[in-house]
C-alpha cells in the first residue's frame, strides 16, 4: 500500500508560521500531481493548494498570498509554506497525491491548530 508520510503540524499563534512537508515513493510522485488539502471539525475537505508535475499551481483564494507550495523531485517531497497563520486555517491537513494513472493517494493527516 503506498503511504504519503506528512509532517510539521502543530500548535502555533495567530499571524505565525508552520511549514508541512509530505514524502512520498518515487514511483508515485514523479507521476503524481500533488496537493494539499484541509478538514477543519464539522466542515468538508477542501484543497488548500496544488503543485502540477511541471510546478503550475493553484491555490485557495483564502490563503493566496499567505501560504506556499513546492515540490523537490529529487527528494520527492511536497512542502507546503504557511506565514501569517489565522484561527480559520485551524484543520487536519492532508496530503494528496494524483497519479497520471491509478488511485488517488492521501496521508495520515496532520493537525495544525491556530491559537493564542
Known amino acids: 500500500q503506498v503511504q504519503l508520510v506528512e509532517s510539521g503540524g502543530g500548535l502555533v499563534q495567530p499571524g505565525g508560521s508552520l511549514r508541512l512537508s509530505c514524502a512520498a515513493p518515487?514511483?508515485?510522485?514523479?507521476?503524481?500531481?500533488m496537493g494539499w488539502y484541509r478538514q477543519a471539525p464539522g466542515k468538508q475537505r477542501e484543497l488548500v493548494a496544488r503543485i502540477t508535475r511541471g510546478g503550475s499551481t493553484n491555490y485557495a483564494d483564502s490563503v493566496k498570498g499567505r501560504f506556499t507550495i513546492s515540490r523537490d523531485n529529487a527528494k520527492n517531497t511536497v512542502t507546503l509554506q504557511m506565514n501569517s497563520l489565522k484561527p480559520e486555517d485551524t484543520a487536519v491537513y492532508y496530503c494528496?497525491?494524483?497519479?497520471?494513472?491509478?488511485?488517488?493517494?492521501w496521508g495520515q493527516g496532520t493537525q495544525v491548530t491556530v491559537s493564542s
Open positions: 494528496n497525491a494524483d497519479p497520471a494513472y491509478g488511485n488517488s493517494v
Open positions: 518515487r514511483t508515485i510522485f514523479s507521476i503524481s500531481h
